[in-house]
């Protein structure tokens, strides 16, 4: 059978509702047909799909910004691939495109649900990355929602993640005094430092509040990019300077948490220090995705920005990928390549 003529498409469901950290059994690899196309439609084999942590919070059947995912369906997601067929005027057969439809093989999509991936520009994996959501996350996560500035002292926690090693080196372009990255593995701190980050912890070594004051030195941190909560939120309270920024964009460590998780136990701190702590879903940063794309194709050609993927081969490793992320087993973007 041709690629463009597939009919049934293999496809990652949600067997059962996880209660705490995810196991395989809450999934399922099923097959269902492809319904015909239908006139704006394209059928577009996958090539990527990504695994974030905010499908962690999807799993749950809690009211929230984002629909849970339905028990016995097919999961969504992030995803890159291939049109092999096409009755949209908007795209046509061989093109790349980036779509919502991931965790299946073969997904039929909307045209207008479908953005070109420019591969002249950078690899399709990337479009998925550094050039995607992740990318517009970082970028006005850190520039618009902290409101950085040249000068400012900056604070990335899970800075070795997609999001996070961006957010340092962005701050290192746009001129920041120091860039500090905590990360959970000694190669992960490596890593940060390759990146140009001037300092980076492994939170495992010790309190983060400790290693921070420790990285930041008397002149403190004006600006923390939050991707984890909990200690690392409290330990940035702390070591703010007064007018101090923070963008809260995820909470990782409190994912899994089957009990409410006690810290910032300092919050007070947000008063006398007058901080602005701000959360932000980069569903309502699209406005600067224009902004964006110009200025980090321009970084990643010459090279100011860098990234990594970690990179799981096959659909029915989807899972594992996905659990391994919240255990902190990527660096940089995680991707499952199908």
Request: glycine fraction near 12%; proline fraction near 5%.
């Amino acid at each position: 059978m041709s690629t463009a003529l597939a009919t049934t498409t293999r496809e990652i469901r949600l067997a059962s509702r996880p209660v705490g950290r995810p196991t395989n059994g809450n999934f399922e690899l099923a097959e269902s047909p492809l319904p015909a196309l239908e006139d704006g439609q394209i059928l577009v084999h996958n090539l990527f799909m990504s695994v974030d942590p905010y499908m962690r919070g999807r799993m749950n059947d809690v009211k929230s910004y984002s629909a849970p995912f339905a028990v016995g369906k097919a999961l969504d997601g992030g995803a890159v691939g291939e049109v092999v067929a096409s009755r949209s005027s908007a795209h046509k057969e061989g093109d790349v495109v980036v779509h919502s439809l991931g965790w299946r093989e073969y997904a039929v999509v909307d045209g207008s649900a479908a953005t070109p991936a420019r591969t002249d520009l950078a690899p399709a994996s990337a479009f998925l990355g550094a050039l995607g959501m992740t990318g517009l996350t970082a970028y006005t996560g850190l520039l618009k929602v902290a409101e950085f500035k040249p000068g400012d002292a900056v604070f990335v926690s899970g800075a070795a993640g997609a999001v996070g090693s961006l957010v340092g080196q962005i701050a290192k372009a746009m001129g920041a005094s120091r860039v500090i990255g905590s990360a959970g593995s000694p190669a992960k701190v490596a890593r940060l430092l390759e990146l140009g980050f001037d300092a980076a912890f492994d939170y495992h070594d010790g309190p983060v509040v400790e290693q921070l004051e420790k990285a930041a030195g008397p002149a403190g941190i004006d600006v923390y990019f939050d991707n984890v909560g909990g200690e690392h939120l409290e330990a940035a309270l702390a070591v703010l300077n007064v007018g101090g920024r923070v963008a809260m964009c995820g909470a990782i460590a409190q994912y899994n948490s089957t009990e409410p998780t006690p810290a910032p136990n300092n919050l007070m701190q947000a008063i006398g220090k007058q901080l602005t702590l701000r959360g932000f879903l980069v569903g309502g940063q699209r406005q600067h995705a224009a902004e964006f794309a110009e200025k980090m194709a321009g970084w990643l050609a010459d090279g100011t920005v860098r990234y990594d993927e970690t990179i799981v081969e096959g659909l029915e490793n989807a899972p594992q990928a996905f659990m391994d992320l919240l255990d902190g087993a990527n660096t940089g973007k995680m991707l499952v390549r199908l």
